[in-house]
């Protein structure tokens, strides 16, 4: 485990959704799908134009979440991030990780707001938990 406490406690569950799921491998957001699949976590992916990802469902928003979650990982633009944010804080979202280049200052002061435990303009979910680009 990580020695940083917010990653530590949100890598901590076993439930995740990701916001920003995508079926073009190449993308973070299905990296990041990916490497929860890869350490045994189960990943709900977040996508409005999808209905699969990697063989996962997918919703197309938050609050069609099929069941409660440990934690969030946002890979969007911020624009999108801004209102995700929001949209977690309906869900009961209570620990969201922003991947490096989805964060905006707005986000994080709401985060703050809301009190959500953030991770945020430090290390990549793939860094911290680990990934391999075979799987």
Known sequence: ??????????????TYAVA????????????VLRCYLQNG???IA?????TEVEGVTCV????SLPEPVHGLSIITPPPVTERL????HRAGITRIWMQPGAESQRAI????ELEIALIAGGPCLLVALGYRERD
């Open 1 to 14: 485990m990580h020695a940083d406490p917010l990653i530590k406690d949100f890598l901590a569950g076993k």
């Open 20 to 31: 920003g799921a995508s079926r073009d491998r190449a993308k973070y957001g299905n990296k």
């Open 85 to 88: 944010v929001e949209d977690a």
């Open 46 to 50: 977040v996508n409005p134009h999808d």
């Open 60 to 63: 197309a928003d938050l609050a």
């Open 109 to 112: 002061d709401r985060c703050r």
């Open 41 to 43: 976590r189960r990943a």
